[in-house]
């Protein structure tokens, strides 16, 4: 693949100097590995997107209807959460296949078991098939699928944030986060069309299953992808020279829990809005809204657009004003934010989509360097790992209960439930941040 061929635009990071003079004529380009990033990321969250609609649209009907809409509802927001929860145990299992059989092979069994957990999910018989085993299995597929994430580590932000020059590194911060934003598009895109192409009966029928069976195939296109990124002689090099290689998780913890906690903690504000404007609204919007459906996930994708565009300028802003004083600056503006939840969330349509839209842009500003702005702290040899740590528990932490929590809390106490929820990620967000300064200064 030669850069020329893409079909999107992406950044161009020829001017980063320890990367280009990393490549020969054989090797990957710069522009190659930003488009295999960002395939990569595409696909994982493609993946999680998919069944975090499904967990409102089908889920709720096909597996739970011995329950109200909104137990049913919760309870799959509570499989949703599993595969946070696995997430971290798949760090570990990856690091380890990676320290004997190496990245490649590690690569290529996370991706094989996250696009198998996943089109199995289009195989699952519903609840009046085979009763509770039905729930079961989606479950084991579930914590599959997290498991396969925490192992698909592939230590690019770690990379980058080493290798290019200082002034430069929230603009390539950025490049993997533009993952977020297209693996969603594509997700509400196709659940859109199905849901407005087929009758409720048929969509609940056969429908919904296509999009899994879709995340197969954009897994092996992303599995060949990132395989030719990571095997690949020059990126191996690089890693090499970096000392970026996998250490035990029990040794980063011992020796590097400190960091890994405040890199989990730095991002939650962040976190805690990903699935507040993406899961959230659909179930919220579903149960106590007349709105459509439909509008409601064109309204999401045009806002995942937005995100995108915003993400890109938080590379841009975050060299100027500094990685961390912009993930400051906007947990601010999303605790201003999440104070005028419950009046947009309840002023109808026209509230529910300035929601939507506004969240989504603060997500795109935010989310764009929440990844590993605080991973300097980490030693040289523990950085991979710290790194894939600080990930998974801010994921777990931030994001894996948020739809959970906010509707449930919601639904009983109403929405000043979701300002809660966020202002919380607002404040751990800022303190973490505080600290990481404090033991800079302590340290110079």
């Known amino acids: 693949m030669s850069s020329g061929s893409v079909a999107f635009p992406v950044p161009r990071i020829e001017d980063a100097n320890s990367l280009s003079r990393a490549h020969t004529d054989e090797d990957l380009t710069p522009n190659e590995i930003a488009v295999g990033v960002i395939i990569g990321r595409s696909s994982e969250y493609f993946d999680f997107f998919v069944f975090g609609i499904a967990c409102v649209l089908v889920f709720p009907f096909t597996l739970f209807p011995f329950m109200s809409r909104l137990d049913a509802t919760l309870m799959a927001f509570a499989v949703f959460a599993l595969a946070f929860v696995a997430r971290p145990v798949g760090t570990a299992i990856g690091m380890a296949v990676q320290r004997r059989w190496g990245r490649g092979t590690k690569l290529t069994l996370a991706m094989l078991a996250l696009g198998v957990c996943t089109v199995g999910m289009a195989f699952l018989p519903n609840y009046e098939s085979i009763g509770s085993t039905a729930i079961v299995v989606l479950i084991v597929l579930r914590i599959g699928q997290g498991l396969a994430l925490g192992g698909s580590w592939d230590g690019l932000p770690s990379l980058l944030a080493m290798a290019v020059p200082k002034e430069r590194r929230g603009w390539y911060a950025m490049i993997g986060q533009l993952g977020a934003p297209l693996g969603f598009i594509t997700a509400a895109a196709l659940f859109a069309y ?33 395989l030719r990124l990571v095997v690949g002689q020059s990126y191996a090099e690089l890693l090499q020279a970096r000392e970026l290689e996998p250490a035990s998780v029990t040794e980063v913890m011992s020796g590097q829990g400190r960091n890994v906690l405040l890199g989990a903690f730095a991002a939650l504000a962040s976190l805690a809005l990903f699935h507040l404007v993406t899961v959230f609204p659909l179930s919220w919007i579903s149960m106590y809204s007349e709105q459509s459906m439909v509008d409601v996930l064109n309204v999401q994708i045009f806002g995942g657009v937005l995100a995108a565009v915003a993400i890109v300028i938080s590379g841009w802003l ?20 999440s104070l005028a939840a419950p009046w947009l969330l309840g002023g109808g349509p026209m509230g529910n989509n300035l929601f939507i839209l506004m969240g989504f842009i603060l997500l795109g500003l935010s989310y764009g360097q929440s990844s590993g702005t605080v991973t300097n702290n980490f030693s040289t040899e523990f950085r991979y790992t710290g790194a894939a740590l600080s990930t998974d528990l801010a994921w777990l932490f931030g994001a894996a209960f948020a739809p959970l929590v906010a509707l449930g809390l919601s639904a009983k106490f109403g929405l000043m439930a ?16 505080r600290i990481n300064r404090l033991l800079e200064q302590r340290e110079a």
């Open 418 to 433: 979701v300002s809660l929820y966020l202002l919380s990620g607002v404040v751990c967000t800022l303190i973490a941040l």
């Open 318 to 337: 975050a060299d100027r004003v500094g990685r961390r004083n912009l993930l400051g600056s906007m947990a601010v503006l999303i605790g201003l934010f």
């Open 194 to 226: 199905l849901y407005s192409s087929l009758p409720v009966s048929e969509f609940l029928d056969w429908g919904w299953r296509y999009p899994f069976f879709v995340a197969f195939a954009i897994n092996v296109v992303a599995l060949f992808a990132r």
